[in-house]
């Protein structure tokens, strides 16, 4: 049986993980804002556009979700205020300098 070798970096990460510790959740974090950013835009849309909304229970929840101050509102609103809070990308030819960006007006 071949042997598989890692970087100690590597092994730490994986025992970590095993154990249930993390130590960054960066790209963890992207990939879910990008699998719900999916999930928004193609069902929830699609549903928006093909379903009726007869006066009924159903209706009457979708509203209190979505109506400002709604339990769904209010949790869009806040990861909306965390995204807008991280730093932005560095544009191409832009290279970061401390917590500054180079040729940066």
């Given at each position: 049986m071949a042997q598989i070798k890692i970087t100690k970096?590597?092994?730490?990460?994986?025992?970590?993980?095993?154990?249930?510790?993390?130590?960054?959740?960066?790209?963890?974090?992207?990939?879910?804002?990008?699998?719900?950013?999916?999930?928004?835009?193609?069902?929830?849309a699609k549903?928006?556009?093909t379903k009726s909304f007869p006066e009924d229970p159903i209706t009457q929840r979708?509203?209190?979700l979505v109506t400002e101050g709604g339990e769904?509102?209010?949790?869009?609103?806040?990861l909306i205020d965390l995204l807008e809070s991280?730093?932005?990308?560095?544009k191409p030819?832009?290279?970061r300098i401390g917590f500054r960006f180079k040729n940066r007006q």
């Open positions: 970096k590597q092994f730490k990460k994986v025992l970590n993980e095993v154990i249930g510790f993390r130590t960054t959740y960066e790209d963890e974090a992207l990939s879910e804002l990008e699998s719900f950013i999916k999930v928004v835009e193609g069902p929830v549903y928006a556009k979708i509203y209190q769904l509102h209010t949790l869009t609103q806040e991280l730093e932005d990308k560095p030819g832009e290279k």
